[in-house]
């Protein structure tokens, strides 16, 4: 029997129809069955961070964020690129994670996804910069970038591209490996 790996789904955008949302949801599609995950919707509802807050767990929306950190096994992140750089809501989430510790050699993906033809590669440096000053596991295999990913994911949320496609299986099969 294989072991069931518990994995926390990010999507940094807020935006209803985002591509980063749909792809992560097509992402999870691709897993195997003993991949369970929660996909984490509170982005929106995290303060801005302020360390004068941040004690006995900080607000009721981060001890949440931090409880199901602490419960997942591992973390698959998707984000788009906002002015070259993080979005705001997932820099502000990961910012109230620094000095916690739920990101302590904890298995990590990170997948970024752009229109353009760059594929986020600002905001998926930016990104990794942060996750490894936290203590992430960034897992080997487990980051990729997504340049026009308008042409690779269609309207209803499946991946069109088979080359992405094998991309994606390819990291979350790392980051199962990296559970194991």
Known sequence: ME?????????????QKSSNTALMHAIIALSRENMVFTVY???????HFNPDLDVDDGPES???LR???????AVLICTPEYGNGVPGALKNALDWLVSSGQFMNKPTAV???SPTPMG?????DSILLTLNMINA??????????????LKLNKEGVITDAITEKGLRSLLENLLEACL
């Open 3 to 15: 072991k069931t790996i518990k994995v926390l789904a990010i999507s940094g955008s807020l935006r």
């Open 111 to 113: 997948v970024t996804a």
């Open 67 to 73: 409880t199901r950190l602490n419960e997942a096994d």
């Open 120 to 124: 986020g590669d600002k905001a998926h």
């Open 137 to 150: 596991k960034i897992v080997e295999g487990g980051t990729m970038k997504i340049p026009y990913i308008n």
């Open 62 to 64: 981060v001890l949440d």
């Open 41 to 47: 919707n509170g982005l929106g509802d995290l303060p």
